[in-house]
């Protein structure tokens, strides 16, 4: 059920990635030559809708440290995001459509955030 729920916000954050994206690279003419950027960019937008659903809908947190969460958080969405982003530069820059390499690098986000948030971001504090 709450891996469900997560792809829920995962198919939310698509959506908000995939929008700020296209409307970058398609509706302007400065991002379609920076296409690393916009997806950085789209990428940050999408994370700060994931925050908000996990936190307090996919893993109902009770935890008031939110200083804590949000830490743990962003190490395993700016981990995940390094390694999005040289895949995308990299499948790019090789010749794949953009799109396409968006597409294939979301599947490897939703396993990596998924494990991270589940195994080490909402976990229950001992101790306190």
């Not at 916009?38 to 440290?65: H, K, Q």
């Not at 190490?75 to 390094?82: A, D, E, P």
């Amino acid at each position: 059920r709450q891996f469900i729920k997560f792809c829920l916000v995962g198919g939310l954050n698509t959506i908000v990635d995939f929008a700020v994206y296209l409307g970058l690279t398609r509706l302007t003419d400065w991002f379609d030559q920076w296409l690393v950027a916009a997806a950085m960019i789209s990428m940050a937008c999408a994370t700060v809708n994931s925050y908000l659903w996990n936190a307090f809908w996919v893993f109902r947190t009770a935890r008031t440290d939110h200083h804590v969460l949000v830490t743990k958080f962003l190490v395993i969405s700016i981990s995940g995001f390094i390694i999005y982003t040289w895949l995308f530069s990299t499948l790019v820059h090789f010749g794949l459509y953009d799109i396409l390499v968006k597409i294939l690098l979301t599947g490897f986000l939703v396993v990596w955030n998924f494990v991270g948030n589940k195994w080490w971001v909402y976990t229950k504090r001992y101790g306190a």
